[in-house]
Nanobody, 120 residues
Framework: QVQLVESGGGLVQSGGSLRLSCAASGTIFSVYNMGWYRQAPGKERELVTSITSGGSSKYADFVKGRFTVSRDNAKNTVYLQMNSLKPEDTAVYYC??????????????WGQGTQVTVSS
C-alpha cells in the first residue's frame, strides 16, 4: 500500500511563509514525478508545481518567484517552500506522486490534503 502524508499547513498572515512536506511510503515504492496541487473553495483543483526525480521543476505563473519546490529522493519526500503568501493562496494543498510498487505499473497517488489559510 502507498501513502502520501502531508504536513506543514496552517494559518499565516499575508506576506508570511509556510513550508509543506509530503512523504511517500510503501513497500518497494519507486517515486518519479512529484507535485503540489491546490483547491480553493468553489474552484477546481489546479497544479501549483511539479518536480521530476532528476530535480527539474516547473511552476504555475501565479506562484513563480514566491514558491520553491524541492525533494529528497532518499526519503521520497517533496517540499514546498511558500513565501510572500497572499490571501488568494488560501486553499487545500494536495501532494501528488507518480510511482510504482516493485515492478508494477506506474500509478498516480494523492495525499489527503493540508489546509493553508492566509489572512489579510
Amino acid at each position: 500500500q502507498v501513502q502520501l502524508v502531508e504536513s506543514g499547513g496552517g494559518l499565516v498572515q499575508s506576506g508570511g511563509s509556510l513550508r509543506l512536506s509530503c512523504a511517500a511510503s510503501g513497500t518497494i515504492f519507486s517515486v518519479y514525478n512529484m507535485g503540489w496541487y491546490r483547491q480553493a473553495p468553489g474552484k477546481e483543483r489546479e497544479l501549483v508545481t511539479s518536480i521530476t526525480s532528476g530535480g527539474s521543476s516547473k511552476y504555475a505563473d501565479f506562484v513563480k518567484g514566491r514558491f520553491t519546490v524541492s525533494r529528497d529522493n532518499a526519503k521520497n519526500t517533496v517540499y514546498l517552500q511558500m513565501n510572500s503568501l497572499k490571501p488568494e493562496d488560501t486553499a487545500v494543498y494536495y501532494c501528488s506522486a507518480d510511482g510504482r510498487i516493485g515492478l508494477g505499473p506506474i500509478r498516480n497517488y494523492w495525499g489527503q490534503g493540508t489546509q493553508v489559510t492566509v489572512s489579510s
